[in-house]
Nanobody, 119 residues
Framework: QVQLVESGGGLVQAGGSLRLSCAAS????????WAWYRQAPGKQRELVAA???????NYADAVKGRFIISRDNAKNTVNLQMNSLKAEDTGVYYC?????????????WGQGTQVTVSS
């Protein structure tokens, strides 16, 4: 019903910027919440940023003030602008979409894109 494909990952030096994109297809009109997660080697997957259809945002303390999540409705994409990158930002970044219907929550995940920050 919903497919997500991340792109934009790569190598970047500390202090640099990178913009990730999540291309969505399918029944995207039904999505209530969009989010970006990341997972570093040997660590648990953690929430980085979330965005509701109403425009409310939520950021992890570690990225607050540096990352910005946004939607481009015309292109059916969700973006994550990452600025002032640090080595600890390294990890696989995943796009997530959440849909709630009839009291049931549905979650959709992309395959992830690697972000590596060198210092």
């Amino acid at each position: 019903q919903v497919q997500l494909v991340e792109s934009g990952g790569g190598l970047v030096q500390a202090g640099g910027s990178l913009r990730l994109s999540c291309a969505a297809s399918g029944s995207i009109f039904s999505i209530n919440t969009w989010a970006w997660y990341r997972q570093a080697p040997g660590k648990q997957r953690e929430l980085v940023a979330a965005l509701t259809t109403g425009g409310n945002t939520n950021y992890a303390d570690a990225v607050k003030g540096r990352f910005i999540i946004s939607r481009d409705n015309a292109k059916n994409t969700v973006n994550l602008q990452m600025n002032s990158l640090k080595a600890e930002d390294t990890g696989v970044y995943y796009c997530k979409a959440v849909r709630k219907a009839s009291g049931i929550t549905y979650e959709y995940w992309g395959q992830g894109t690697q972000v590596t920050v060198s210092s």
